[in-house]
């Protein structure tokens, strides 16, 4: 496999529905138009996701929008035959804004590569040439051309991942930022106790000093509101200046939309969260949406449930800012009274985790734990759980919700195959990945993410924690280090900070999986599938870490490029490495492929001690907030090897040739009919679908004018990355 191939979408790439008819369908009418508003809030914000992801990115979405504005896939391919196109170019074409569209940008919204076309970049300034978009206005089409196609088909070693310059492209800095500024930065941020998880970083030089503008997402854009913006002060030789109105005309998009959702919320909880989220999207102030949050998750088992708001910071290359998201989903009963089940014996379970109740909050929240049926999802992918709000300070001592989004899950690619596994292996994944993953991010969302303490000295001094009682059990020693005021778990482990918490929630999940009571709150009792249930949820995560993890780290830069992926590669190390046989992995046909063996019967020995250790140390460092501790640890077990028995860069090259696509989702519309009724409107699982349901979800090119004058207005601080 060439290099520029690894970057491309193949033409096999799997669509799936997102199906929530049934679910939707049982509403009322309030109910459908609550959805329908705050789905249109989500997937506007959904558009900052193309400004957080690559410069070029806004533009890139304008061109390929305005096309299928004006050609349904139809026309454009008996443009394309004119154009000299083959099928399969013209298909390459189609995956390609399939994937740009899906993935909010030119980058993998899951592994943070780039996308490229799989045709030449003359077919596809040919195929552009020809459309009703270029022959109705060439100069404006041709313009959004000219800045893009050599951007869309460029591969310089900086432009293959996101990152800080010089590894990567981002644009949560301005593209002179590098780690050292990211630093200084963070160290300006614990000094005046500031989040930025709606925010990013500009670097200019002024007389000789570094100035920073720390500029927060916001509808307002002046800068007289103490409680965000400040003039400019000095700190350690640079200056610093917070301003706002990032994104300004699309959080007005947003706000409006929550406006006219909040006429038809079913309870004050949810009129507060709208009230609350819209005064900081006005405002900039974080604050605000905390506030916001707190209203949620008192918001106890709502119909219609959703977020929206700058929340995930996987892609932030400091780990601290966080991505536009909105979802909306609706509950699916039946399978929430098992997730409710599973909340009520949480306090039970939770006491079987390995690092004692020293290091476990002093009260359970119970968080409502719901399955849903995804009815939006507005961002650079879609998962299969969450655990929400992101605020350590609201999860760890008001609450938090956790989501189990079933529709996800069930929209399988039927033709998906599992690396490296033996024929009954492959058998038993096919057949019990559905229920056994439904076990694992029960536990890994409810108990992995809600569950250990984080030890803090308070501002009046006073500690959250006994400190002269607890105990380090790794050391035997009193607690030596915790986090001071302003510091946050984020903010203290920076780029370990997701992955680091994945590995614990994952390891929770296979951990407290081989309590059999545990599957038989999902409903399954016969003993013999229990086995089979715990053994497939083990070695699901053992293939994925060995045969699709490698995918994500680059070689050159000795980088990780997903949180999740690493996590699994890790998990996969610990249990290879603790030995007596529990886990295999060896060279077979020549090179050309690998086989992993997973030894069931030791898994509830060998593998159990193995996550014990692991997951004790885990905690200890969070806990106590010893980042570097928890770096050398960690990094350890994340380490790609070059020889040895198991070496791991050498073996990545066969990984890539059996990689296979992820899934990429059609997901549905709503529209208001005259009489106010609304109308879900689904589309094919082709490409074809998936183009249609984003030519209706942005009818006109309202959305594009608004991106390329954010584009303009940002463009200076990306020169380098602009060139053509």
């Known amino acids: 496999m060439s290099e520029r191939n690894q970057f491309i979408l193949p033409n096999t790439q799997p669509i799936a529905e997102l199906d929530c008819t049934t679910a939707f369908e049982n509403l009322s009418n309030q109910e459908k138009l609550y959805a329908h508003y705050f789905s249109k809030a989500s997937w506007y914000g959904s558009l900052i996701t193309l400004m957080q992801t690559s410069p070029e990115s806004p533009l890139i979405f304008s061109l390929l929008h305005q096309i299928l504005l004006k050609d349904s896939p139809e026309d454009l391919k008996a443009k394309s035959e004119k154009a000299g196109l083959s099928e399969s170019e013209f298909n390459a074409f189609l995956v390609y804004c399939c994937g740009f569209l899906a993935n909010s940008g030119n980058y993998k919204g899951f592994g943070d590569s780039k996308i490229l076309p799989g045709l030449s970049e003359i077919k596809f300034e040919a195929l552009v040439k020809s459309t009703q978009a270029y022959q109705d206005n060439p100069k404006s089409i041709g313009k959004l051309l000219n800045s893009t196609l050599s951007l869309i088909f460029s591969l310089s070693d900086r432009e293959k991942t996101l990152g800080l310059n010089p590894e990567g492209v981002t644009t949560y800095f301005s593209s002179n930022c590098t780690k050292e500024d990211a630093h200084i930065v963070d160290e300006f941020l614990k000094a005046k106790k500031l989040e930025l998880w709606n925010a990013r970083t500009f670097k200019t030089v002024k007389d000789g000093s570094n100035v920073y503008e720390i500029r927060f997402a916001s509808f307002l854009t002046d800068n007289t509101d103490d409680a965000v913006t400040r003039s400019e002060e000095e700190f350690k030789g640079n200056i610093f200046k917070l301003t706002r109105g990032d994104y300004s005309p699309l959080m007005k998009l947003v706000i409006n939309n929550l406006e006219k959702a909040k006429e038809f919320a079913a309870n004050e909880n949810q009129k507060q969260r709208i009230v609350n989220y819209n005064k900081s999207f006005m405002s900039g102030n974080i604050g605000d949406h905390k506030n916001g949050s707190r209203y949620w998750i008192k918001d106890k088992g709502p119909i219609i449930e959703g977020d929206i708001g700058f929340a995930m910071t996987y892609r932030d290359p400091a780990g601290s800012r966080g991505e536009f998201w909105g979802f909306v989903a609706v509950v699916n009963k039946e399978m929430s009274k098992i ?225 999740h992926a690493q996590c699994r590669y890790v998990i996969m190390k610990v249990l290879l490495e603790a030995g007596e046989g529990l886990l295999t992995v060896e060279e077979i046909e020549q090179g050309k492929n690998l086989r992993l063996t997973l030894n069931r019967e030791k898994i509830f020995t060998v593998g159990k001690r193995a996550m014990k250790e692991f997951l004790t140390k885990l905690q200890v460092y969070k806990a106590t907030g010893d980042n570097e501790a928890a770096a050398k640890f960690y990094n350890h077990y994340a380490e790609v090897n070059e020889d040895g028995p198991h070496p791991w860069a050498k073996w990545r090259k066969i990984v890539l040739e059996h990689k296979q696509p992820r899934i990429i989702f059609v997901q549905p519309n709503t529209e208001v009919k005259a009489d106010k009724e609304v109308k879900l409107v689904t589309y094919e699982s082709t490409l074809n679908g998936f183009l249609q349901s984003w030519r209706d979800r942005f009818p006109d090119t309202s959305v594009d004018d608004i991106l390329e004058k954010l584009y303009e207005a940002d463009k200076e601080h990306f020169q380098d990355l602009n060139q053509n």
């Not at 849903?372 to 609450?399: K, M, W």
């Not at 919700?401 to 492959?426: M, T």
């Not at 920076?494 to 951990?511: C, F």
């Open 339 to 563: 997730f409710a089940d599973l909340v009520v014996q949480a306090e039970t379970l939770i006491k079987d985790l390995p690092w004692g109740k020293d290091f476990e909050k002093d009260a359970y929240l119970r968080p409502d734990f719901t399955s849903l049926d995804v009815l939006t999802f507005g961002s650079s992918g879609v998962p299969a759980g969450i655990s929400i709000p992101p605020y350590d300070e609201i999860r760890q001592n008001e609450g938090f919700k956790n989501v189990y989004l079933g529709n996800v899950l069930s929209a399988r690619n039927p033709l998906e195959v599992f690396s490296f596994v033996s024929d009954d292996d492959q058998e038993l994944l096919k057949k019990y990945k559905g229920p056994a993953f439904e076990l694992q991010v029960g536990l890994h969302e409810l108990l992995g993410h809600g569950s250990g303490k984080l030890f803090r000295r308070n501002d009046d001094g006073t500690f959250n924690f006994d400190k002269e009682r607890v105990i380090n059990p790794l050391t035997q020693e009193k607690i030596k280090s915790w986090y001071e005021p302003g510091e946050t778990y984020d903010l203290k482990f920076k780029t370990l900070a997701s992955t680091y918490e994945e590995a614990r929630s994952e390891a929770v999940g296979l951990y407290l999986s081989l309590n059999k009571d545990v599957a038989k709150i999902f409903g399954h009792s016969d003993e013999k599938l229990i086995e089979d249930l715990i053994y497939v949820n083990w070695l699901s995560l053992v293939q994925k870490g060995v045969g699709v993890a490698l995918e994500f780290y680059n070689p050159i830069q000795k980088t990780w490029l997903q949180a």
